[in-house]
């Protein structure tokens, strides 16, 4: 099976945010990158079907600028064959820019499955993988934690909210990755220097113009810092009293 | 351009699902800014039109209906294909940022080649463009996007657009789907509902949430009792839990699962990892029971308790009672 997975390359979300002076990007000073959670689950995944089959290609796809490569290469040294940059200055706010880049790039790659993460943890728009299979005209099942094959058709589970949907849906498609689907795994010393040799093509990105523009960062109002009220369950008469006269949620 | 709008009447099961007056409520932001006129598509299989008066009552002026027996289960692929036919007519398309949303705002977009932007907690419209804010960073940011394609299509974050009563005409269009569901190539075999009777995190008022501390999945049932007592509060766990099994991945709050802003969260033995906070921090009042004072999840609850949660809980489920009794 040939599979392709769109990774994105983002921070570190375990850290205080500052905003840059353009209001317009983090202040990326001191921050470390990696590749963006789902990304990473569905990178898991794709290893886990090529391993499972033993026969296959995993090739990861990244849009933006030369830094993404560190993100590709941490990627086929988890296991991925090869990679390819598309790219780009800045990575678009626009959802629709993005999926017609990858779309170019991946109508002619010959993919029995494409994978996506179901959203990026920075910008978190999750549109881009349902939008690049509608314009490559492909089926695409969304934010999925399981996924077993029965000959070329995907069965798939997919959370909603207090309830979950079975689907199935035959290849060549494209899937989105929702966690519980596979833990990524660590690369091994073996995994970092075999991917140092895998091959790594940059092409630039054929970006349309941008309707969807960023206009500024912000950061949320801090919340009022804690306040302990006591301790033991002797105080949760207390606590019960400020829920009910204080917050006025009881 | 058209400045009617849209909206998506999310059902499920053949009920109208809360979601769906979201839709309504901000489609409605959009189309009293530009003086248009608000219709809601509401896609299920026979008898889903007894819900076109509720629509109305909630600010619809206009209602398409489309039934087809194949819509007894979600079918993405024939309502994201009707929904891009009808676009023709309205200037914007609203859905809410719920699962079923997520799903369907990208397709419509890309049918119709504009940008979609997504899970909105905010709007302001202007004639030929809509700004929207959108949390990003796992809540840790605010980015303040400006959409300028026609149409437009918002997805709407749950419980920032709250439906509201609101009567309009509700005329009714029958309707066909552009597509034929039965051949869509995604099938949706099966729909498992969760206990009906159990409120869905993104709905309820009041959260009561478990971590690690409660030492073995069995003990969550002191959360159920406390859950139970509020009478309007929903279950909820850390990733620590879910992973283990003690509790179902779809129950995950934090930064992979979903993200809530209750009234109330009540934090049982949750010691507030990163992962964890980006799930709830925006709730409006944070409880935390927890051993360890130096948890970092007294840094952002309005009410620490400090102690054992296996103590404690029992005692305030005890006092939540009689409150509500009073």
């Known amino acids: 099976m040939k599979i392709a997975v769109c990774i994105k390359r983002v921070p570190d979300m375990d850290v205080r945010f500052k905003i840059a002076p353009s209001g317009k990007a983090v202040d990326e000073t001191g921050l470390k990158f990696d590749i963006s959670d789902f990304d990473g689950y569905a990178v898991e995944a794709a290893l886990q079907i090529k391993e499972k089959l033993n026969a296959g290609e995993v090739v990861v796809i990244s849009l933006g600028p030369d830094v993404v490569q560190e993100t590709l290469r941490k990627a086929m040294s988890m296991g991925a064959d090869r990679a390819v940059q598309l790219k780009a200055d800045t990575v678009p706010a626009d959802s629709f820019a993005i999926a017609s880049a990858l779309a170019a790039e991946l109508k002619d790659g010959g993919y029995d499955l494409i994978m996506f993460g179901r959203m990026s943890i920075d910008t978190a728009h999750g549109a881009t993988g349902a939008m690049t299979a509608e314009l490559l005209g492909l089926p695409v099942v969304n934010a999925i934690s399981k996924l077993e094959f029965d000959g070329r058709t995907a069965k798939m589970r997919r959370e909603l909210e207090g309830a979950y949907e079975l689907v199935e849906c035959a290849l060549p498609a494209v899937v989105t990755i929702d966690e519980g689907i596979a833990r990524p795994r660590y690369p091994s010393l073996k995994g970092i220097m075999a991917a140092k040799k895998k091959p790594l093509d940059t092409k630039p990105a054929q970006l349309p113009a941008p309707r969807l523009s960023l206009d500024t960062l912000a950061l949320p109002p801090e919340r009022a810092a804690g306040r302990i009220i006591g301790e033991g369950s002797a105080v949760v008469p207390e606590l019960v009293r400020l829920l009910k006269e204080e917050a006025k949620v009881l | ?326």
């Open chain 2, 1 to 326: 351009m058209s400045n009617n709008v849209l909206a998506f009447a999310e059902s499920r099961g053949g009920d109208l699902r809360r979601a769906g007056l979201e839709a309504v409520a901000a489609a409605r932001v959009i189309a009293d800014a530009r003086g248009g006129a608000v219709h809601a598509i509401l896609f299920g299989a026979s008898g889903i039109a007894a819900h076109v008066a509720k629509l109305g009552a909630h600010g619809a002026d206009a209602v398409i209906v489309v039934e087809h027996a194949a819509f007894a289960h979600n079918n993405p692929e024939a309502v994201a294909a009707t929904i891009a036919a009808k676009m023709s007519g309205f200037g914007a398309f609203v859905c809410a940022a719920s699962a079923t949303g997520k799903d369907i705002a990208p397709r419509v977009a890309a049918k119709l080649q504009v940008p979609v932007a997504s899970d909105a907690i905010a709007m302001t419209v202007a004639a030929a463009s809509i700004t929207v804010t959108h949390p990003g960073y796992t809540g840790k940011i605010l980015q303040t996007l400006t959409l300028t394609a026609t149409p437009a299509v918002v997805s709407v974050r749950p419980g920032a657009f709250l439906p509201k009563e609101n009567a309009k005409a509700g005329s009714v269009e029958n309707a066909a789907p552009a597509s034929d569901p039965s051949a869509s190539r995604v099938k949706i075999t099966e729909t498992a509902a969760g206990n009906a009777a159990k409120l869905d995190l993104g709905e309820a008022p009041v959260i009561v949430s478990g971590g690690r501390g409660l030492k073995e999945a069995a003990n969550f049932k002191l959360v159920e009792d406390l859950a139970a007592a509020f009478g309007n509060a929903a279950v909820g766990a850390t990733r620590a839990v879910t992973d283990d099994g003690w509790r179902p991945h779809s129950d995950q709050i934090g930064q992979t699962g979903r993200l809530v802003s209750p009234d109330l969260y009540v934090a049982c033995g949750i010691s507030g990892a990163i992962q964890h906070l980006a799930g709830m921090r925006t709730s409006k009042t944070i409880v935390a029971i927890n051993k360890d004072k130096e948890a970092p999840i007294f840094k952002i609850a309005d009410y620490g308790v400090v102690g054992d949660v296996l103590e404690i809980l029992p005692v305030l489920t005890a006092e939540v009672k009689k409150a509500k009794a009073q």
